[in-house]
């Protein structure tokens, strides 16, 4: 199971159903960076194995290890909100209770066969007497027409934008919110609205430091989507509290109006997060010293909304890569560091765990990329000729799970880029899915300067060495 088995469903709403489901035998969590998802699992986890006798396997994975703080990773809920846990303390969290961890999905399959077959005395055999087409499932299941099939593809990747800290301060003072740009203080403190994946509603997220991210400072106070305005709630007072402000009317009257400001501008803005760092005087005086705000594309690209803070984006200050790739529907994510791999991989959560799964190899990744489920040739190519625009890149890896995209023809993708682009570095492709045998032999038989693999664990090795990795 992923993090979206059902809208408004979580991992625990699963991890329920799975634990009183006689034909299952063992489960397997896919995770990722965002949210706190998996910590609830990984309580629940803990619970599970202290009252059972004889509990089914769980087996774990979280994508996301060498995410760049605070960027969205490839889709709208692959990024982390100030305060919240990074993949690494999911990871030992759900180690922790005993889940069964693994770096990469190819190792799930044999690890919980070895688990299931020690456990063969809950379950007798896997065979079952019920035919598969009598089988009950989720009533939400239903085939895709050929035309709906066409529209899922033809969805582009969502971005998000981010404004320059005096643009989002002018936000601020057109509602009259008192700003004067400093650097922090040890004395800031952080007010930050964004959404409340658990609680599904917005949030404030306050923390007396001027950096959440830092120790367990950051607290996080849900609302109502529908308030008009939060000066006059009740959790104003426990922001207060958790601030450890002074006790005068004047800061709190201040820090009501500045929270409630910042959820105006995130409504009608339809923001995602907007964080803003506060400083707040003895004598009960606020003054905003810093802000980030984050906005979500998909209103303006689906119907021209706000087209005045997405006026404000100047790609000329933006990294090359990351807009030329977005013309194509992908999204690229350029990496610090000297990184040496180019990565080209479909989907957001494989395409973080590769990154994540090369450089416990050894290897030091250049980029994250994302094709989408949509990957044709053409977008193949374009990926090919940005991620090579990068002189750090040695060698490229393409990692392809073929469900809607069809292996064949990411081979053909591959084809093309060598002829048109004149490739120089060597590419390494492992191909699984959808016409895997047919794009193999389309790469084996080219001629060109391409190593494919059926296994992540052998191509992963190829393409470290050739970049001149471990």
């Not at 002018?170 to 700003?179: A, H, R, W, Y």
């Not at 929270?259 to 707040?280: C, G, H, M, P, Y």
Request: proline share 4%; net charge neutral; glycine share 10%.
């Amino acid at each position: 199971m992923g993090g979206d088995m059902l809208a408004g469903t979580n991992f625990v709403d699963a991890l329920k159903i799975f634990e009183n489901d006689p034909d299952t035998g063992g489960i397997i969590l896919v995770g990722e960076v965002g949210g706190t998802a998996e910590l609830d699992a990984a309580e629940w986890i803990a619970d599970y194995n202290r009252r059972c006798a004889n509990p089914k396997p769980i087996m774990a994975l979280v994508a996301g290890m060498q995410a760049p703080r605070g960027r969205v990773m490839g889709h709208a809920g692959a990024w982390a909100a100030p305060g919240e846990p990074d993949a690494r303390k999911k990871y030992k969290a759900l180690e922790s209770a005993g889940a069964v961890m693994v770096h990469h999905p190819e190792n799930f399959g044999e690890k919980m066969k070895g688990l299931l077959s020690k456990n063969t005395s809950r379950f007798g055999t896997t065979s079952t007497s019920t035919p598969l087409s009598h089988r009950r499932g989720f009533h939400t299941r239903r085939q895709l027409s050929p035309t709906s099939y066409h529209r899922r593809l033809s969805l582009t990747q969502v971005r998000t934008l981010y404004v320059t800290q005096f643009q989002a301060l002018d936000m601020l003072k057109e509602k009259s919110i008192p700003v004067n740009e400093m650097t922090a203080s040890p004395d800031d403190i952080s007010i930050s609205v964004t959404i409340d994946r658990t609680a599904l509603s917005p949030c404030v997220i306050a923390s007396p430091s001027p950096n959440p991210d830092e120790g367990s400072y950051a607290r996080k106070f849900p609302f109502d989507y529908a308030s008009a305005s939060v000066k006059e709630a009740p959790f104003i007072n426990a922001i207060v509290s958790h601030l450890h402000l002074s006790g005068t009317s004047q800061a709190h009257a201040a820090l009501a109006s500045l929270i409630d400001s910042v959820w105006q501008i995130f409504k009608e803005k339809e923001a995602f997060l907007l964080e803003t760092r506060v400083n707040v005087s003895p004598e009960g005086k606020l003054e905003v010293r810093g802000a980030r705000f984050g906005f979500d594309d998909a209103a303006f690209r689906s119907s021209g909304r706000h087209g005045d803070v997405h006026r404000l984006r100047d790609k000329a200050e933006e990294v090359w890569e990351e807009v030329e790739a977005e013309k194509d529907g992908i999204v690229y994510v350029k990496l610090a560091g000297g990184g040496s791999i180019g990565t080209l991989v479909n989907g957001a959560g494989l395409a973080m765990n590769t990154v994540d799964a090369l450089t416990l190899h050894g290897g030091h990744c250049a980029n994250f990329l994302d094709t989408g489920g949509k990957a044709t040739s053409e977008t193949v190519k374009s990926s090919f000729r940005i991620i090579s625009s990068d002189a750090r890149v040695k060698a490229i890896f393409v990692n392809i799970f073929g469900g809607l995209t069809r292996c064949d023809m990411i081979a053909e993708g591959i084809i093309m880029a060598f002829r048109d682009l004149g490739m120089e570095v060597p590419v390494v492709v492992r191909l699984r899915g959808t016409n895997e045998e047919i794009g193999q032999k389309m790469i084996a038989d080219s001629g060109l300067r391409l190593h494919a693999f059926d296994s992540f664990e052998n191509a992963a090795k190829k393409v470290v060495s050739l970049a001149g990795g471990a």
